[in-house]
Structures are given as structure tokens and as C-alpha cells.
């Protein structure tokens, strides 16, 4: 059977697994979507954001347009590598790895929700550190960053608990106010100091290859 490469990648840890958001995965989650359990207060997410339509229907077809759409645009420079977070097996949530200007600068970002249902159980900072461990160790990158709302307590918690610095702040807009961003950067030698050794990965070589061969 011939794979896409990207939604062929595997994070394994412990606790959860990364795998890649093909339709399938995307049609898992999508009843979480639709019920809202990707939402919280205060708002988390930045402006435009499909999450924040109030038709569960429309709310879902633009969440899934937007996962096509970053599924469709793909370079050694940029792309986004968009995971369904499984838990027992259950999709609970996603964890997003985004390229920007990888073939040169080898630097990324990260976005993530979980579902209501098991939030404040650390699965988020587990979910990322896979994420971590795939952009360095798996892809070579020499940085990550992440930012969010000052009052995104979780996210920003998240990435203390990682090791990320402190990057300056910023404003963005969500739900058409404007809102403070809290900026944050891990460097290779930082993550390197706290390196975990029980995270596998897999689908990562022939990741790799298609990235050379574009």
C-alpha cells in the first residue's frame, strides 16, 4: 500500500501516540469538534478561527477545510504536520508541527487543542514533547516556538514546564478584540539538556526523503 508520507509519521510515547491526521483520524475527531469540546475560556485561539463558529456544522467543515488546506501546502520550506493525539487508541485531540522556512532556517512552531474530557491530566505537555522529539530529533530542527494569550494559562504552562524562554510579547486579534501574546523559544541546546529517551518514532526516514526529493 502506497502512504503519504506526511500522515505516515508515528510519535510514540508512554502515554499517547502522534499519528498522522489522515481522513480517517480527522473523521474520529470531528464529533468533538462539532460538540465544542475544543473550546475554553478565556478564548485561546486567534483570529479567524473555525472553532469559534457558533453552527456545529459549519464549524466543522471550515475546521476540516483548514486541515486540507495545510495538508495541501507542502515544501522543504513549509509545511504543517497536523497529528491526531490518541489516547487508549481514542483521539482526543491534535498536535500540529508548522514548517516555516525549515530548508534554511530549521525552525517551528506548534499548535495543539484536547478535548474537554481530559484536560488537566498533563496530556498536553506529553503531546508536545512528542512534538518536540519529532522536530528535533526526527527533522533536525535547531529551534521551536510558541506563543499564546497571556491568559492561556495552560499553554503557557505547557511551555515553561518544557524549557522554553521567554521571547518578548506581541499583540493578535481573537474574536475581533485585540488580546497580549505571551512569545516563547526552545533552542536545540536546551532541549538537548532535558532530552527524553523513551519517545519512539517512526515513518520518519521516509518523511525525510520526500523532503529531499521536492
Request: hydrophobic share 40%; with cysteine; aromatic share 10%.
Amino acid at each position: 500500500m502506497i502512504g503519504y508520507p506526511p500522515l505516515q509519521i508515528r510519535v510514540k510515547t508512554p502515554r499517547l501516540e502522534l499519528v498522522g491526521a489522515d481522513d480517517e483520524m480527522l473523521a474520529a475527531l470531528a464529533p468533538l469538534v462539532h460538540e465544542g469540546k475544543v473550546f475554553a475560556e478565556p478564548a485561546p485561539y486567534d483570529d479567524p478561527m473555525s472553532f469559534y463558529e457558533s453552527d456545529p456544522d459549519v464549524r466543522v467543515s471550515k475546521w476540516l477545510q483548514s486541515v486540507w488546506r495545510g495538508r495541501g501546502r507542502f515544501t522543504p520550506s513549509e509545511f504543517r504536520l497536523a497529528f491526531a493525539v490518541l489516547v487508549d487508541g481514542e483521539a482526543v485531540g491534535m498536535q500540529d508541527l508548522i514548517a516555516e522556512k525549515f530548508d534554511t532556517c530549521g525552525t517551528v512552531l506548534s499548535f495543539s487543542w484536547l478535548s474537554t474530557d481530559v484536560r488537566g491530566r498533563g496530556l498536553g505537555t506529553e503531546a508536545r514533547s512528542a512534538m518536540l522529539h519529532l522536530a528535533f530529533a526526527g527533522l533536525g530542527a535547531r529551534e521551536a516556538s510558541s506563543d499564546a494569550f497571556v491568559d492561556n494559562i495552560g499553554s503557557n504552562r505547557v511551555s515553561e514546564a518544557l524549557g522554553y524562554e521567554h521571547n518578548g510579547v506581541d499583540w493578535d486579534i481573537r474574536r475581533g478584540e485585540p488580546g497580549l501574546i505571551q512569545r516563547w523559544r526552545l533552542t536545540r541546546e536546551a532541549w538537548e539538556a532535558n532530552r527524553r529517551e523513551d519517545i519512539e518514532l517512526g515513518g520518519v526516514p521516509e518523511f525525510l526523503e520526500l523532503l529531499d526529493q521536492d
